[in-house]
């Protein structure tokens, strides 16, 4: 029968990785937990970052550009898009290709979708500009699903005693890189542009990545899949159906707020930077 398999060929318990013996002083936490967690709160930080940032800067540029602004909605459709595509199939893309495989993949794929944007911004003509904008948003919406599960399983199978602690820390890193994010994209944009801004993010990813590499341990197998009879009770569980529709709302709140209020405020000469504007929506959700 098919167990859990690290890289080593060495099978460990079901659902749990393995952990150094040794603390680290008083720490509740092995070392080895503790750079995990350092992964994962990373990638939490910068991919959130991203996409705080992207709502803020991608609008403007599409207005310096004199780009019809009818276009910023099917390039922002196509990220919700690839998540409702791909977000369904980690539970076979995760264990086929196995947890560490999958963060620096994930990660690595989204550091050269925003370094490509950073050279997308010399595309003068509407077309190139929209169709290059509509694929690496599409793009990005593979690597936000699969480097945001993958995380949380990693979290899940090395924390089995404190996972409400774990998941806790990186949670609050997604808030940390909501608020920061639209701070620093707006004063990037403002001191280079575009193309700093993304690059930023694309460095921050790439940093993942190898972070990712060096600190996660490689884990594959059949026991990370779920069970059909798992799925269909998930999928009529009123507690699953609520947060699920929460989540769905928020989205539309997100989605609708990020591509029309950075075009207002750009009309409104007297008004504060978007970037304070929409970091309050941020601090609010954090705390």
């Known amino acids: 029968m098919e167990n859990l398999q690290n890289e080593k060929g ?24 503790i750079l995990i967690l350092i992964a994962g709160c990373c990638s939490s930080l910068f991919i959130n970052m991203a996409e705080a940032s992207v709502p803020l800067i991608l609008p403007r540029t599409i207005i310096v550009k004199e780009i019809p602004y009818a276009y910023i909605g099917l390039i922002f459709a196509m990220f919700s898009i690839s998540i409702i595509l791909f977000e369904p199939f980690q539970a076979k893309i995760i264990p086929f290709l196995g947890t560490r495989t999958s963060f620096c993949i994930s990660s690595f794929v989204g550091a050269a979708c925003y370094l490509s944007y950073a050279v997308l911004n010399i595309a003068e003509e509407t077309a190139a500009f929209v169709s290059c904008a509509t694929i690496l948003r599409f793009v990005e919406g593979f690597v936000y699903a699969t480097l945001s599960t993958s995380s949380n399983v990693i979290t ?34 403002a001191a280079g542009g575009f193309s700093a801004a993304c690059a930023f993010i694309g460095l921050s990813l790439l940093l993942t990545g190898f972070l990712g590499y060096f600190f996660l341990v490689q884990i594959t197998g059949i026991n990370l899949r779920p069970k059909p009879r798992e799925t269909k009770r998930a999928l009529t ?3 699953f159906l609520g947060v699920a529709f929460v989540n769905f709302s928020g989205g539309m709140f997100w989605g609708v707020l990020g591509t029309s209020l950075e075009p207002y405020l750009a009309s409104v000469r007297a008004s504060p930077p978007s970037g304070c504007i929409l970091d309050v929506q941020h601090f609010v959700s954090f705390l």
């Open 237 to 239: 569980d009123r507690i």
């Open 10 to 33: 060495v099978a460990p318990g079901a659902g749990t990785l393995p952990m150094d013996s040794e603390r680290t002083g008083r720490s509740r936490f092995s070392r080895s937990q």
């Open 156 to 189: 899940c199978l090395a924390f089995p005693e404190h996972a409400t602690i774990a998941f806790g820390i990186l949670e609050c890193f997604v808030g940390i890189g909501y608020t920061v994010g639209p701070i620093i994209g707006g004063a990037l944009y």
